[in-house]
């Protein structure tokens, strides 16, 4: 039997897929837990690729008429305790500021003082007092729509925590948007779903489903929440993204009230949306392999790692020359909007360790530069997503460099395409329970081929729907919208649990 | 006696410059205060202005070598006790989480329960959580230096705030840095100080001094502070940005230990920096007239406001259609690394509100466009800082748009030039107790043209100075650098308080 070859991380994502995730994270420097419970430190490379992310939306959220504001951090309690729904499904995981000063204690060292008269909530969203700051702006159908978008940080005090998917404190943006109508506010509603699936697909080259989520999944205080999923690599879903479309629920509870052009007194209709920092988890167990990292080129920090290799004083001149020039033409490239992103490493490490530090961090194109390659003037340059072991022969520089765009656009569109291909391969039409719990038996062994995924079924909610599903560890992720590829309008069917007919169908999969 | 002018906003400086400040921040839609004490609202025009100084700031830091990351908003007790000088800075003012979650209190409604074994700190800065993370990063003299800055909020729990100037949350950023030697580390300080005096003058175009801080006046647990401090409009200072030298305090309280290349164990030598959405109040109160906010162009949100006007519907669609070539041709214009920045405002409001609300809001061009203006294809422009009343004869709509970036370029400079002639008028060397009394005595009815403002004097620490000082409500704002116009290297004099000979020679001030 032919020995595995050796990869950069251990385990391998056959092997032992939670542990591999938390490896990689490691070894491509991303971010570490911190001595607060629950939260983790953003590493620069992690917080490079976020940064990325960042300005990708935030310009696809201007372009669709938002502006930025900051509100507070705090939220007073009587706030956050205005819409029930809302504060029952928050007031588990809210860490709570309860004093504003720290004194010599009594046994030594300082106890919190200045017991405060309301307890402040540190957000954990912040539908509440951006409403609160909303019922003042609103007087008349002049002042809508109110079109805002946030980046913060949120905390939602959670018991199990699991970097960049789920932390006590994480990065976020909160779209919070208020209307005249309900058609404006529902249009809003699925327009910023788009934009977030657009993100996905384009830039993160991640193939997402768009679709509602079921009733026991929505957001606290919402009438309907969307959501995008992606599949990982080990076939759980993701949900990356959501959008809520909140009736008039929260400008009830918060007073948004407007004087319509017919001079009557009017609730406003509101939306939120958010995306958070758990996208970069998505990023890394959608396109990530054995070796580490793959980031898709438009979100990558670097382009092109290059690596100078010399052995002596004599050599290391004319190899630094030849690697600053090249780092100069290819940062004269032009990817996307901006120069190719290259550089020079030049540190002084060991040659393999420089190598596959990127190699794990997953740089898109890592190239090494030695004296013989510049003999040559060619170069071997060697793609993040190329199959391993791949040999191709040498390039000649100015080709390299005249190529970079492409190069660069044909990793981004591979990284999707082998998603998506990975996607579809693990996605089934199920119509019985028997399909159904061979599908979501993990280690199947007389069936190994099936090993779970999406499932696509028809199903009705309900008690002996949602025991079925809790025995399985199965979650509804959402019912997809009809403009997608392979869904398109619902027929009526029978639920796969309880037989009954319905016109539901949803997709189903264990998930993070 | 001639009228005064009608001014957009009322009172004006002359008459209440404090009230003067909050009514342009208003005017201007810049911030409002929240429902939470002590807590802004940053309003969209507000935040955008923020935008673009983070934007240039941030560009500023990566062109000197750090990159972002992001750390917990949370620090444990213990941590923050660690330095004991820079807890007993910041305990009267610590926002303190004790509990992580809400239920059913015994009189209805909600109540914090889930008592944290350690109660948490938001953070007033950084060092200890950040400090505590370096500990861990740095075994060698190979991890140094790390240059990393944070964008992040942060919160001090303050008895008076005002907005933008003390707000108890606020935005900054706060560079953390450490390094192998004590003389690595005093370049860095001295090169932020730099880098934050090049983005006031440059991109704010604030005059700032820069200058070390006396020992009163230190960031709590540093060995050195530097700070750069400009002039506002009521000749009051305001410290714009600081700049600390921590030396080993900090990386002995957290064990920021490496290993030298002589193989012996050392203690890092840290810095830290920050500066904050502060700046946007030193924007308002150094540009800004007694028409409201004055934004100097590299750092204006719009460059260009377009102003359709037409009587009715067979005059708006020739009007509109010009606006838009205009604009177009506009943003085709190039002012700094970018396209010139124009809007065309087409909202359905009265002629006059519009208008004075961008000029109320400070951008830098507005131009009316009606049919009249189009017959003749020449446009009357109104630069923000133009004297009150200027007329100006019709230019050419082509040379209005070729000039635009020149335009542009020149009230930048303006800007800049006037608030330096503004603060060198009222800085003054001062050598005597009596002149010291006379400059800082307000509405000295005797000599009304000596108002306050900067005294430059020879000074020396003790208690007998800072008795007089508080008397006046006079504060050393600093200890010029000697690299600047108008200082040079200190000599010996003696002390305006004392006379007692010394070769401190100080900025004093009242100040924010």
């Known amino acids: 039997m032919a020995k595995a070859p050796r990869t950069a991380i251990t385990p391998t994502r056959a092997e032992d897929y939670p542990e591999w995730y938390q490896q990689v994270i490691r070894a491509a420097d991303l971010a570490e837990p911190s001595p607060v419970r629950g939260c983790m430190v953003i590493k620069p490379w992690g917080y490079a690729v976020w940064e990325h992310m960042q300005r990708a939306l935030d310009a696809l959220f201007k372009d669709t008429g938002h502006v930025n504001a900051y509100f507070p951090l705090f939220i007073p309690l009587s706030y956050l305790e205005k819409e029930a729904e809302h504060v029952e499904g928050f ?155 909140l009736g008039q629920n929260f400008s009830r509870a918060q007073e948004i009230k407007y004087l319509s052009s017919q001079g009557k007194e009017e609730f406003a209709w509101t939306t939120s949306w958010g995306v958070s920092t758990r996208l970069v988890g998505a990023l890394i167990m959608t396109h990530g392999d054995d070796d580490g990292l793959v980031l898709p080129p438009r979100l990558a920090p670097q382009h092109v790692v290059i690596l100078p290799i010399y052995r002596n004083d004599a050599e290391s001149g004319p190899v630094l020359e030849y690697c600053h020039r090249l780092r100069s033409e290819l940062a004269e490239q032009v990817y996307e909007d901006g120069p190719v992103r290259a550089l020079v490493d030049e540190r002084d490490l060991p040659r393999a360790d420089k190598k596959w530090q990127h190699v794990k961090r997953g740089v898109p194109v890592v190239v090494e530069v030695g004296p013989r390659d510049i003999e040559g003037d060619t170069l071997m340059p060697k793609r993040r997503d190329a199959p391993p072991g791949e040999k191709k022969p040498p390039v000649p520089r100015g080709e390299f460099v005249d190529l970079i765009e492409s190069e660069l656009t044909a990793m981004q569109e591979n990284l999707f395409h082998r998603a998506l291909e990975y996607r579809e391969q693990n996605t089934r039409t199920i119509t019985s329970l028997a399909d159904f719990e061979e599908f979501f038996t993990p280690d199947n062994v007389e069936k190994p081929e099936i090993h779970g995924g999406f499932a696509v079924c028809h199903i009705c909610e309900g008690s002996e729907t949602a025991e079925i599903l809790a025995k399985h560890k199965v979650t509804v992720r959402c019912i997809p919208l009809a403009d997608q590829d392979g869904f398109g309008e619902p027929v009526s069917g029978k639920c796969i649990f309880t037989g009954q007919p319905t016109t539901m169908r949803a997709v189903l999969a264990k998930a993070y």
Request: net charge negative; glycine share 6%; aromatic share 10%.
């Open 91 to 245: 007031a588990k995981e809210c860490a709570v500021v309860t004093h504003h000063r720290l004194e010599a204690g009594p046994e030594g060292g300082l106890v919190p003082t200045g017991e405060l008269e309301e307890p402040l909530v540190v957000r954990p969203t912040s539908e509440t007092i951006i409403g609160a700051m909303y019922a003042r702006w609103v007087k008349s159908y002049r002042d809508l729509p109110i079109l805002i978008n946030q980046w913060a940080n949120v905390v939602r005090w959670e018991l199990r925590t699991r970097m960049f998917l789920r932390t006590t404190e994480f990065l976020w943006q909160e779209g919070h948007t208020a209307h005249a109508t309900r058609e404006e506010a529902e249009e809003e509603t699925l327009k910023m779903l788009d934009v977030y699936a657009t993100f996905a697909q384009d830039y993160m080259a991640v193939p997402v489903i768009r679709g509602e989520k079921t009733a026991g999944e929505r957001f606290p205080g919402a009438i309907n929440t969307y959501s995008i999923e992606a599949m990982m690599q080990d076939r759980k879903a993701l949900q990356a993204g959501t959008s809520h479309f």
